[in-house]
């Protein structure tokens, strides 16, 4: 008997063993795992979370790498905050917002969001990438700059933002692939011509060597078509319709090799079409109609064999689009 009990003495005892072993197992694995978000980064969402208001977000819980919308790196900083269509309405606080400074992504697109974007906000979100807070209702002027290099998208569409677009507001954008600024209330200028921020001529643009994607449709713009556009010659789409740009498409626009879309419908442009318009092979989609363009229509477009469609309508242009032969373009769609 005695035997039997020291026995079921120590089964329980190797079992709290066992146990604590596992234990010891497991929280060393989920500390390796899983990375507690920072006290600071914490106070930093909560504060922003309470400068908006919304539906429940649910950021109750201590580690806020595991709330929705947040990802964090190995670290516990906070690099992705992510909350499009949540209904968030409000500002957007230099001090909550600005404090997370290793975001890299911040995408907090078709939402209610009010007021300016402050150029404090971003002077310390050195990181980000991407940043999209289109379909909002966001207003006043671009800030000055986006402090970082590594920003490579930009979508500030479809809100209300008025004013010039700075050319410093592309200084250090050199990595910068896509800039959508469409459907807003512009009413200032395309302002590449002075940077206002040192006081240096125009780098706006020509600074944009990756720029792929240059959007900035239905506003007021006005002023010249920015020589510099044609510095960067990464661009496959520049898209600038509905404003009332004036001035030339310049020769230089051979240069954009890349170039597929071509899309300034009514706009004020006047002057001759770039003759060898044609020699940029990759034209799909060519929409210079209700513009005052005028001379003669460039036969080299014929050799644009990937042309999808023509619109140069409503322009002073001599002659007719049907006296091009476009017989080779098998894939012309829409030719007006
Ligand atoms: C943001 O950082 C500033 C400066 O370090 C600090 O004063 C402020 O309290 C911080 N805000 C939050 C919400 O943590
Ligand atoms: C928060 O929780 C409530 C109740 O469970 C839920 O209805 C709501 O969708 C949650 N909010 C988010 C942002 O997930
Ligand atoms: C932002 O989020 C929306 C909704 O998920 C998505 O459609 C959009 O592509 C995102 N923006 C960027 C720049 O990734
Ligand atoms: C552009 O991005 C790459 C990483 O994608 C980075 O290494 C590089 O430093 C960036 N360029 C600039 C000028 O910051
Ligand atoms: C640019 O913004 C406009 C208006 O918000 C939108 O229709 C378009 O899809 C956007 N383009 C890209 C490439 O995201
Ligand atoms: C333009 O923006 C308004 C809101 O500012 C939005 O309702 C509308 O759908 C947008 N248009 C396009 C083409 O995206
Ligand atoms: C467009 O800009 C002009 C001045 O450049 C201004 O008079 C006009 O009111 C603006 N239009 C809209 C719709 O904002
Ligand atoms: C554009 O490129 C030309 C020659 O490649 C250069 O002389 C000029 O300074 C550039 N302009 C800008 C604004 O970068
Ligand atoms: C366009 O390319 C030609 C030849 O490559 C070059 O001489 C000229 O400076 C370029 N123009 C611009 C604006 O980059
Ligand atoms: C079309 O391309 C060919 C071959 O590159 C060239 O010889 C011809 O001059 C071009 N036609 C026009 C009208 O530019």
């Known amino acids: ?198 006081g240096n001529l125009a780098p706006g643009l020509g600074k944009c060597s990756e720029l792929q994607v240059f959007r900035a449709g239905h506003n007021n713009l006005s002023g010249l078509l920015p020589e510099d556009i044609y510095n960067a010659t990464k661009l496959e789409e520049i898209s600038l319709p509905l404003n009332s740009l004036h001035g030339s498409i310049s020769d230089k626009i051979v240069n954009l090799t890349n170039l597929a879309i071509l899309d300034l419908y009514i706009n004020q442009l006047s002057g001759k079409l770039p003759l060898n318009l044609g020699k940029l092979s990759k034209l799909k989609f060519v929409t210079l109609d209700f513009n005052h363009l005028e001379g003669a229509l460039p036969p080299s477009l014929m050799n644009c064999t990937n042309l999808l469609e023509l619109r140069l309508g409503s322009n002073n242009l001599e002659g007719d689009i049907s006296m091009l032969d476009f017989s080779r373009l098998n894939n012309l769609l829409n030719l007006t």
């Open 1 to 198: 008997m005695a035997h039997t009990e020291s026995n079921m003495q120590v089964q329980p005892y190797n079992l709290m063993a066992h146990a604590f072993l596992l234990f010891l197992l497991f929280s060393c694995i989920t500390s390796t795992n899983i990375h507690a978000c920072k006290h600071t980064e914490r106070s930093s969402l909560l504060s922003f979370a309470s400068t908006i208001s919304s539906p429940p977000l649910n950021w109750t819980s201590l580690d806020c790498c595991r709330w929705k919308g947040i990802t964090c790196n190995q670290d516990g900083w906070v690099t992705h905050l992510l909350l499009p269509s949540k209904g968030l309405k409000g500002g957007l606080s230099p001090s909550s917002l600005g404090n997370l400074t290793h975001l890299t992504h911040l995408n907090l697109s078709h939402n209610s969001l009010l007021g300016s974007l402050e150029t404090k906000l971003f002077l310390s979100l050195n990181n980000l990438e991407i940043l999209d807070l289109s379909y909002n209702l966001l207003s006043g002027e671009l800030p000055l700059s986006l402090p970082s290099s590594n920003i490579w998208t930009i979508d500030l569409s479809s809100n209300h933002f008025f004013g010039a677009i700075p050319s410093s507001f592309f200084q250090q954008a050199s990595n910068l692939t896509s800039f959508n600024v469409s459907n807003n209330t512009f009413t200032g200028l395309l302002d590449f011509s002075s940077n206002l921020f040192n």
